[in-house]
């Protein structure tokens, strides 16, 4: 994992400091962009496949990554449907990667064995790969130590419905055997898909339980488990750029596409009075979907919460 500049630290201190002094998350730290949204699957959890949204051409996608490079982001999650079907994939990393931003890559990985993920591993940080029922590709956890050899640390990413909550463990021990990380997350129940969110405090206990069993193993913070079991618990500490480089805002479940990170600033927007608006919508919310990016990014405001997410990489 590369070193961000001490500045760019320095700048996040800042920022997470006036998010406490003004009670809301006005600067976000955490991005997903889903530079695609074609996949070679179609989870039945999962929407993003249903959408008919452009993917940007290279430059324009390569402004949307100064834009975040710019801004008070310090994870950005390159995401899809599966990234791995865009041919430009190596010169996107590669101009990723040169950002003071630690870069996430997250795939489904059918798609691994006609990649050069060793060449794409060099420009990487986090590699996660989403292994279970729904994704269709449990056969993945006998190729973990494969994995391993791409470079990056890999981190299994598990979505649990509510069917596959006693195969947790299986899953958790596989990774732990070979002394991976993963991050073990509940199917929100999205639009146009059926429901399939597990029961919240049932995962609360089971995730705390594992975390238990298997130490330094499951990533997913306590506050994530706990955000879950409140009446709120989200937050626009974390925001989702979609295809186009729209913003969805304050989330991808109420939000609509608010602003375009092609042609404008992101800290200019979030420091809007049509941002504050958004924000106050997110916290009239009742819908209480459980979506991880939504409640786990909390950790950046609670030295228990980030530490909880941090330890398995801290203490291998």
Not at 185 to 203: I, Q, R, S, V, W
Not at 230 to 256: E, N
Not at 291 to 309: E, G
Request: some cysteine; overall charge neutral; proline content about 5%.
């Amino acid at each position: 994992m590369k070193r961000l500049p001490f500045s760019k630290y320095m700048k996040t201190f800042n920022h997470a400091l006036s998010n406490y002094i003004h009670g809301e998350s006005i600067y976000p730290f955490y991005a997903s962009y889903k530079v695609t949204h074609k996949c070679t699957l179609r989870c039945s959890f999962c929407n993003v496949w249903m959408e008919d949204t452009p993917d940007l051409k290279k430059p324009d996608v390569f402004k949307v990554l100064d834009n975040i490079g710019n801004s008070s982001i310090v994870v950005l999650s390159l995401e899809g449907g599966d990234p791995l079907v865009r041919k430009d994939l190596g010169e996107i990393l590669e101009y990723a990667y040169k950002k003071p931003f630690y870069l996430f890559f997250t795939t489904n990985g059918h798609l691994l064995d006609k990649r050069p993920m060793e060449e794409y591993g060099k420009n990487i940080d986090f590699l996660h790969i989403s292994i279970d029922e729904g994704h269709d590709n449990l056969e993945f956890f006998e190729r973990l130590k494969e994995f391993q050899s791409y470079g990056p640390e890999i981190c299994i990413q598990v979505v649990v419905t509510k069917d596959t909550m006693d195969a947790i463990e299986e899953k958790v021990k596989r990774v732990y055997d070979v002394n991976a990380r993963t991050v073990i997350m509940p199917a929100c129940h999205l639009d146009g898909t059926d429901d399939y969110y597990p029961d919240p405090n049932k995962f609360k206990e089971e995730i705390i339980r594992l975390k238990k069993k298997y130490p330094n193993t499951i990533t997913t913070p306590r506050g994530f488990l706990d955000n879950i079991n409140k009446d709120h618990g989200c937050s626009t500490s974390s925001i989702i750029v979609d295809s186009d480089g729209g913003l969805f805002y304050p989330c991808r479940t109420i939000g609509t596409r608010l602003f375009d990170l092609t042609k404008g600033d992101l800290m200019d927007f979030v420091r809007s009075d049509e941002a504050k608006k958004a924000r106050q919508d997110m916290k009239n919310c009742d819908r209480s979907c459980g979506w991880y990016q939504y409640f786990a990014t909390d950790v950046f405001a609670s030295p228990r919460s980030i530490m909880s997410s941090l330890k398995p990489y801290l203490f291998k």
